[in-house]
């Protein structure tokens, strides 16, 4: 009942930015719970930013300061990644949580190397 498409991902030299995008459309009826989440080879997937119904943010430690996100509306939202480090490379994907139900995109690569 609800569909994440998500774009913006490359590669990138370390020191450069990128923004990703993801459009939500279906039941989506008020704002809900947006967030990014990335998995780099090897390891679990982890936490890369939130932004509540209230428009309150969370960032993992890793990446404060360097990325925000952002979102125009209940169906679409950002993540600005300035100041990228080959540790950022990874599948960036996004989530919505409406009541318990948790959806995810299709995910997309970024790739931070010189």
């Known amino acids: 009942q609800v569909q994440l498409v998500e774009s913006g991902g490359g590669l990138v030299q370390p020191g450069g930015s990128l923004r990703l995008s993801c459009a939500a459309s279906?039941?989506?009826?008020?704002?809900?719970?947006m967030g990014w989440y990335r998995q780099a080879p090897g390891k679990q997937r982890e936490l890369v930013a939130a932004?509540?119904?209230?428009?309150?943010t969370n960032y993992a430690d890793s990446v404060k300061g360097r990325f925000t996100i952002s979102r125009d509306n209940a169906k679409r939202v950002y993540l600005q990644m300035n100041s990228l480090k080959p540790e950022d490379t990874a599948v960036y994907y996004c989530?919505?949580?409406?009541?318990?139900?948790?959806?995810w995109g299709q995910g997309t690569q970024v790739t931070v190397s010189s």
């Open positions: 279906g039941s989506i009826f008020s704002i809900y719970p």
């Open positions: 989530n919505i949580r409406i009541a318990t139900t948790t959806y």
């Open positions: 932004v509540t119904s209230g428009g309150s």
